[in-house]
């Protein structure tokens, strides 16, 4: 069936970085633009970025764009968020999604906790 | 900037039918589609409607989606309503500069 399994999320300090997986199985990742949306406690959803099927097209919404990139190993079948200069207000789950795909999939999300 | 609004809250009793409005602030909401998903509280996102009316694999057909082009909104119809239908719902779709962009999200309560 098909599954997005998220994983690097964890505690870190203000201004440190993180990377973000999302490994999928069941369906042709290297086939569908992928998404990362976070929503924080509490919060509802908010869209992060979007990477095209072939990596070419990358996309970022206006509060994680210079600090956050998205990228794809299509050969791993695998999604990266890699995110720097991060900031209290980055604390939410993340998760990865293939939004608007035939599947819609959804990961579980991972945590990420910005705190000094 | 692009944004969607919809309803904060709405309510209706198990068997009847609810619908909930997803309104687009500028341009054409049938410039891009439209998504639809459901949260239930402590879980992770499914989708219930994709490109505007799609149903994935395993979404039961009590759920339609809709583009209203006069009013510039989307809705989700859902029939039937199950207690299990209780949950939050957010629209989503895309600016003019491909930036995704999701509606602040609908409490629904079945009661």
């Known amino acids: 069936q098909v599954q997005l399994v998220e994983s690097g999320g964890g505690v870190v300090q203000p201004g440190r970085s993180l990377r973000l997986s999302c490994v999928a199985s069941?369906?042709?990742?290297?086939?569908?633009?992928m998404h990362w949306v976070r929503q924080a406690p509490g919060k509802g959803l908010e869209w992060v970025a979007l990477?095209?099927?072939?990596?070419?097209?990358?996309y970022y919404a206006a509060s994680v764009k210079g600090r956050f990139t998205i990228s794809r190993d299509n050969s791993k079948n695998t999604l990266y968020l890699q995110m720097n200069s991060l900031r209290l207000e980055d604390t939410a789950v993340y998760y990865c999604?293939?939004?608007?795909?035939?599947?819609?999939?959804w990961g579980r999300g991972a945590r990420v906790t910005v705190s000094s | 900037n692009f944004m969607l609004t919809q309803p904060h809250s709405v309510s209706e009793s198990p068997g009847k039918t609810v619908t909930i409005s997803c309104t687009g602030s500028?341009?054409?909401?049938?410039?891009?589609?439209v998504q639809w998903y459901q949260q239930r509280p402590g879980s992770a996102p499914i989708t219930v409607i994709y490109?505007?009316?799609?149903?994935p694999s395993g979404v039961p057909d009590r759920f339609s989606g809709s583009i209203n082009s006069s009013s510039n909104s989307a809705s989700l119809s859902i029939s039937g309503l199950k207690t299990e239908d209780e949950a939050d719902y957010y629209c989503?779709?895309?600016?003019?500069?491909?930036?995704?962009?999701f509606g602040g999200g609908t409490k629904l309560t079945v009661l």
């Open positions: 999604g293939d939004l608007g795909g035939y599947y819609g999939a």
């Open positions: 069941g369906f042709s990742f290297s086939s569908y633009g």
């Open positions: 990477i095209s099927y072939d990596e070419i097209d990358k």
């Open positions: 500028s341009g054409s909401i049938a410039s891009n589609y």
């Open positions: 490109q505007d009316n799609q149903r």
């Open positions: 989503q779709s895309y600016d003019t500069n491909t930036r995704g962009v």
